[in-house]
């Protein structure tokens, strides 16, 4: 009985200690995670608005040539960019948010900015679900080396002319 009572009158009695540092650490992450979100406008990333794409300055002159592109009135950045089931399109903002938002903290990209294989694919297949019936022929599925993909032939369709848009320099 004496060795409780003098615990707890000398500070905090048992794992109670450990209990209040795990709480202030989950504080301070979640402080600088929510100041985080609200400066790099997090929830906006939730929407399928073409704006949003811009957010980042990296991205303005994307988005500038796509406004002026021969898809702006019928095609988004979702709708070329993300598969289009629910759990991929998820997946993908998730996967893509994650390396676009530490290139970006750590200005770890090259210049002019590129697309990746996987992302390619899901481009690729887009192109596809729009437009399968007119090429089914001539048009690869998967995007793989070797295989043209429709972009091979028609790289200004989604952003216009290349301007340092990324890809092979020409």
Known sequence: MKTRRANT??????????????????????????????????????????????N??????????????????????????????????WTAKAVNGWHHSKAFTTQDFHEPIAIKPPNSRILQANCLACHGDLVHEAAGETGRPGEFTCVHCHQTVGHGVRAGLGGPSS
Not at 10 to 28: D, E, H, K, N, Y
Not at 77 to 88: E, Q, S, T
């Open 9 to 54: 009158q000398r500070g905090l009695a048992g794992p109670t200690w450990l209990l209040v540092l795990l709480a202030v650490v989950a504080g301070i992450a979640a402080g600088i995670g929510g100041y985080t979100m609200v400066y790099a406008e997090g929830l906006s990333y939730m929407s399928s608005d073409p704006k949003v794409c811009a």
């Open 56 to 89: 980042c300055h990296i991205m303005n002159s994307q988005y500038d040539s796509w406004q002026k592109s021969s898809h702006h009135a019928v095609a988004g950045c979702v709708d070329c960019h993300l598969p289009h089931d629910f759990v991929g399109k």
